[in-house]
């Protein structure tokens, strides 16, 4: 059946960046756009951006522009954010869902503090 | 961006009562190969989201007959009949026909 593991809770601070995972399983993970999708404490979704990890092709809500970065990697079926310059801002849970968003990961609490 | 604007934003509903919610997109959702992407997606407390319908309509595997989509174009709705105790959480629409994908500021069900 069809996976999505994220990586675990991350406590980071200001300025600095992160990087989380999102392993696949159960299906061809190069055939499927994977999408990150941000929500903030007691707020609602929002798209962040998708990844094609076949050829590596990205597409990225303007918003999220230079804050994140999607990476895949074809050989373990993983794929990546990157999120930089921390701020307060970025504290949130943090999934990723297969194409179509038929599939969600447990998502991943990102908490920016000093 | 295209905004999804979902009304009401709380539902207080009886177990066994029927629940509607209404999504308004700022422009058409149908995209140029004639498919509209509207989906409704669930959250339960403290779970991750789940699609529920795909393409206005489209229910997901094992989710119940009790949830239906209708619409088009700018207007769509979906329907709960019987409501259970389980279908308790926000529901958001989502649009997928352009970029960025867009989500409603999602409907919180709740028990009367």
């Known amino acids: 059946q069809v996976q999505l593991q994220q990586s675990g809770t991350e406590l980071v601070k200001p300025a600095s960046s992160v990087k989380i995972s999102c392993k696949a399983s159960?299906?061809?993970?190069?055939?499927?756009?994977m999408h990150w999708i941000r929500q903030q404490p007691g707020n609602g979704l929002e798209w962040i951006g998708w990844?094609?990890?076949?050829?590596?092709?990205?597409k990225y809500n303007q918003k999220f522009d230079g804050k994140a970065t999607l990476t895949a990697d074809k050989s373990s079926s993983t794929a990546y954010m990157q999120l930089s310059s921390l701020t307060s801002e970025d504290s949130a849970v943090y999934f990723c869902?297969?194409?179509?968003?038929?599939?969600w990961g447990q998502g991943v609490m990102v908490t920016v503090s000093s | 961006d295209i905004v999804m604007t979902q009304t009401p934003l709380s539902l207080s509903v009886a177990i066994g009562q029927s629940a509607s919610i209404s999504c308004k997109s700022s422009?058409?959702?149908?995209?140029?190969?004639?498919?509209?992407?509207l989906n409704w997606v669930f959250q339960s407390p403290g779970q991750s989201p789940k699609r529920l319908i795909y393409?206005?309509?489209k229910l997901d595997s094992g989710v119940p007959d009790r949830f239906s989509g209708t619409g088009s174009e700018t207007d769509f709705t979906l329907k709960i009949s019987r409501v259970e105790a389980e279908d308790l959480g926000v529901y958001y629409c989502?649009?997928?026909?352009?970029?960025?994908?867009?989500f409603g500021a999602g409907t919180k069900l709740e028990l009367k």
């Open positions: 989502c649009q997928g026909s352009y970029s960025p994908y867009t």
């Open positions: 869902a297969r194409e179509e968003l038929v599939y």
């Open positions: 159960g299906y061809t993970f190069t055939s499927n756009y």
């Open positions: 422009q058409s959702l149908k995209y140029s190969d004639g498919k509209t992407y």
């Open positions: 990844i094609y990890p076949g050829n590596g092709n990205t």
């Open positions: 393409q206005v309509s």
